[in-house]
């Protein structure tokens, strides 16, 4: 996407730049520049591109086409030999964040104008998400929403997301239209990715909610601290700061994070189901069943008990309906509408979701878990529920962290009583591959079988499900793909499921 909503100076940029500018020539402050871009396809004549290097290609590679199709002025993160003589240019330390700035201002910095709420951490990001919405909904707002699923953009006609936290230029485009849309507020889930690239530029949130830290992303982070560092820069950088800070205190990396958020002077909402001493709410009275959970939050300094209801399964999904109902008590909303919201939330699609069949013997579910953290909370809070018998199909992603899979074989084998492993989205790398290193991690006595093909995987875990059982179909949620060797497939988990099932019982 780009941005282009006026012309404007180079030097307008340039100043917006001033945090990580290493090299420019003043005498091209008044180039007029009509929009910004990274995508050397998309300029057109009077833009300002943006070279960033990425993990596959390089956009220095690319300035050729990007001036060619009309490129007034270059960002660039290196000197690149052979340019025009007199080729307006800025010389930076970090295009990532060079980006976000020039995105920005390109689209006339629309995020002054919104007000939003973060949400971050491995798991649960999205949940949150759906159910802080709802509270705002039943409450009478018109809550935006840019996550995982969808981009909600407050107009009634959602659009399909293709990440978690858009680009820095399909974020702008966003944040206009949410703009427009007077929503209110914007719900933000922020990625780690994100975070460290900077993407949200000089955007400012009111509210923030940290969920949880477990493994996920080392193939970018490289180490856990860069992760959590990542993370944590959505409180201490992009927060305003007497932003509400609401923070899972149950998750050591939250602990840590309330600690060194307090020290710094920032205030800081704690929760914990457990006993905790610097929680601020507490969460106790837990009711758990297969039809959801019940709880009390408890706001020790205001002295004033919430009871609240959930839908929603398992000890997870209470730490996730209690960060959102925190944020939005803390927002001042009525403790009656965050209960009513909460209780007629469902969540997220592919999220728990279940393949309804009426009639048929056994629960089949769909989930994005896929984390072996993720698929260690999703299996034990489906084992509490006692079935007969418990089925996990579950992948890894292709190009992405190796280290994880022998991980998630173990937390598939701590619950299930059977393991079918199967393809995920392999993209470049052979299925078979992926799923040997999987079964590195399963244990010798773990009753499994491997097969590639995920329609098929799917199709042997339904037949092998006994009455009683739960069949656990993990990894994609919500995805409508596969992707394997760049392209990517139709293929949703629940429709796919929803096939099988009519084949293998008609008469259901």
Not at 54 to 75: C, R, S, T, V, Y
Not at 233 to 245: E, G, M, N, Y
């Amino acid at each position: 996407m780009t941005t282009l909503p006026s012309t404007r100076p180079l030097a307008e940029y340039r100043q917006a730049l001033t945090c990580c500018l290493l090299e420019s020539d003043s005498r091209y402050d008044t180039v007029a520049i009509t929009g910004a871009t990274s995508d050397s396809r998309a300029v057109k004549p009077g833009h300002l591109f943006c070279a960033i290097r990425g993990a596959k290609l390089d956009g220095h590679d690319f300035i050729p086409q990007a001036l060619a199709a009309g490129a007034a002025a270059l960002i660039l993160e290196r000197p690149v030999p052979g340019l025009p003589v007199g080729q307006p240019q800025l010389l930076v330390r970090d295009a990532y964040h060079a980006a976000a700035l020039a995105a920005e201002v390109a689209a006339g910095r629309p995020a002054q104008d919104l007000r939003l709420a973060a949400i971050t951490g491995t798991n649960g990001k999205t949940t949150s998400a759906y159910l802080l919405r709802a509270i705002f909904k039943a409450a009478g707002s018109n809550p935006g929403m840019i996550g995982t699923v969808e981009y909600d953009l407050g107009d009634g006609c959602p659009l399909p997301a293709d990440r978690t936290t858009p680009t820095p230029f399909q974020l702008q485009e966003l944040f206009v239209r949410l703009r427009q849309t007077a929503a209110e507020p914007v719900i933000l889930e922020a990625s780690s990715h994100a975070l460290a690239q900077k993407r949200l530029g000089t955007a400012r949130c009111q509210g923030a909610i940290f969920t949880n830290l477990t493994r996920d992303h080392l193939d970018y982070h490289h180490d856990f601290e860069s992760y959590y560092q990542a993370k944590k820069s959505l409180f201490t950088d992009v927060c305003l700061p007497l932003a509400h800070r609401v923070v899972n205190l149950d998750d050591p990396y939250g602990r840590r994070l309330a600690t060194e958020l307090t020290a710094a002077g920032l205030p800081v909402t704690g929760f914990a189901q457990k006993s905790e001493s610097a929680a601020q709410v507490t969460v106790d009275a837990i009711a758990a069943s297969a039809e959801g959970s019940a709880f009390t939050l408890h706001f020790i300094d205001q002295g004033e008990s919430l009871r609240l209801r959930t839908p929603l399964p398992g000890p997870y999904n209470i730490a996730n309906a209690a960060g959102v109902a925190i944020l939005a008590r803390l927002w001042g909303l009525a403790p009656e509408t965050i209960a009513t919201a909460l209780a007629n939330c469902q969540g997220a699609p592919g999220r728990l979701q279940k393949v309804l069949s009426p009639g048929l013997p056994f629960q089949v579910l769909v989930d994005y878990a896929h984390t072996d953290d993720a698929l260690d909370n999703v299996l034990t809070a489906l084992k509490h529920l006692a079935p007969s018998q418990l089925i996990a199909v579950f992948g890894c992603g292709g190009d992405r962290d190796r280290s994880k899979r022998p991980l998630m074989a173990r937390a598939a084998a701590k619950n299930a009583d059977l393991v079918v492993v199967t393809s995920d989205n392999p993209r470049t790398e052979k299925p078979e591959d992926i799923i040997d290193e999987i079964l590195t991690g399963l244990p010798a006595s773990a009753a499994h079988v491997a097969i590639a093909d995920r329609r098929q995987a799917i199709r042997h875990a339904l037949t092998a499900a006994k009455p009683g059982a739960i069949v656990l179909i993990a990894g994609k949620g919500h995805e409508d793909y596969q992707e394997i060797n760049g392209v990517k497939h139709p293929f949703n988990d629940a429709d796919v499921a929803s096939e099988i099932i009519r084949e293998l019982f008609p008469a259901q």
